[in-house]
C-alpha cells in the first residue's frame, strides 16, 4: 500500500455564508428523502458536509493538493461534489442509484452550481481482481455494487484525472476504496474518506518513484 495518512488542522475554518446556507438546505432534504428508504433502515446516513467542506478549504489553503479537480464517489444527494464546485474545484459526482442522482442533479441546479453528475460505479475497467478480494476478506460481505457500467466513459476521464476523490465507504468497503486509490489515482493525489466514529481521514498516494 503506497498510501501515507496526511494531518491537516480544519477545526478552525469558517464557511463563507453561501456554503453555510447551502449545507443547511441539502441536510434537510436528505433527511426528507431517507423517510421510509429501506436502505435508510440498514443505516444509511449523510455524511457531516461541514468537516467535509473546512477541510477543503484548508486544502486549498495549505496547497496541499497538486490541482483542482475533484471527484465524489458514490456522491448521493451530491452535497460534497457540490460544496466542491462552489469552493472552486472542478467538481463530479459518481452515483449508481438513480433517484439519488436526480436528487444531486436538482440540488446544484437549484443553487446554479457547475458540477456534473453522472450515472453508474465508480469502480473502473480491470479492478476485479481487487473487487474479489474484497469478497472473500468479508465473507461476501461487501456493499459496493459492481455489475453497472463504470462511469468514466461518460465523463471522458479517468480515475489518474482527479487530483482529490472523496468517498464515504461502508466500513467494509473501505479496504477495497484504499486499494481502489493506489492502484488507479495519480500520483500524489489525495483521498478523503469520511467515518462517523473517526471522522475524515486524509490519504496521498505516493509520489511516483518515491
Same mark, same amino acid.
Request: glycine share 8%; hydrophobic share 50%.
Given at each position: 500500500? !503506497?498510501?501515507? @495518512? &496526511?494531518?491537516?488542522?480544519?477545526?478552525? &475554518?469558517?464557511?463563507?455564508? @453561501? &456554503?453555510? /446556507? +447551502?449545507?443547511? /438546505?441539502?441536510?434537510?432534504?436528505?433527511? %426528507?428523502?431517507?423517510?421510509?428508504?429501506?436502505? !435508510?433502515? %440498514?443505516? *444509511?446516513?449523510?455524511?457531516?458536509?461541514?468537516?467535509?467542506? %473546512? !477541510?477543503?478549504? !484548508?486544502?486549498?489553503r495549505q496547497g496541499l493538493s497538486a490541482?483542482?479537480? +475533484?471527484?465524489?464517489?458514490? $456522491?448521493? +444527494?451530491?452535497?460534497?461534489? $457540490?460544496?466542491a464546485a462552489m469552493l472552486g474545484f472542478e467538481s463530479y459526482g459518481i452515483e449508481i442509484n438513480p433517484e439519488?442522482?436526480?436528487? $444531486?442533479i436538482e440540488?446544484? /441546479?437549484? *443553487?446554479?452550481? @457547475?458540477?456534473?453528475?453522472?450515472d453508474g460505479s465508480f469502480i473502473p475497467d480491470g479492478a476485479d481482481d481487487l473487487v474479489d478480494q474484497a469478497y472473500m476478506e468479508n465473507e461476501g460481505d461487501v456493499t459496493?455494487?459492481?455489475?453497472?457500467?463504470e462511469a468514466y466513459q461518460?465523463?471522458?476521464?479517468?480515475v489518474s484525472d482527479f487530483d482529490i476523490?472523496?468517498? +464515504?465507504?461502508?466500513?467494509?468497503?473501505?479496504?477495497?476504496?484504499?486499494n481502489l486509490f493506489d492502484r488507479y489515482a495519480s500520483s500524489g493525489g489525495l483521498l478523503l474518506t469520511f467515518n462517523d466514529f473517526s471522522g475524515l481521514k486524509i490519504d496521498r498516494k505516493s509520489f511516483a518513484g518515491s
Open positions: 500500500m !503506497a498510501l501515507t @495518512e &496526511v494531518q491537516v488542522s480544519f477545526e478552525e &475554518v469558517t464557511l463563507p455564508s @453561501e &456554503v453555510e /446556507d +447551502f449545507i443547511v /438546505d441539502a441536510d434537510k432534504r436528505v433527511a %426528507k428523502f431517507l423517510v421510509g428508504k429501506p436502505f !435508510a433502515e %440498514k443505516g *444509511y446516513v449523510a455524511c457531516n458536509h461541514r468537516t467535509i467542506a %473546512k !477541510a477543503l478549504i !484548508a486544502i486549498q490541482g483542482a479537480t +475533484f471527484c465524489e464517489w458514490g $456522491s448521493g +444527494f451530491g452535497g460534497v461534489a $457540490s460544496i439519488l442522482l436526480q436528487g $444531486s440540488l446544484a /441546479d437549484d *443553487y446554479g452550481i @457547475e458540477v456534473e453528475f453522472v459496493l455494487e459492481t455489475h453497472f457500467a461518460d465523463l471522458e476521464l479517468e476523490i472523496f468517498v +464515504f465507504p461502508w466500513p467494509n468497503d473501505a479496504p477495497l476504496i484504499a
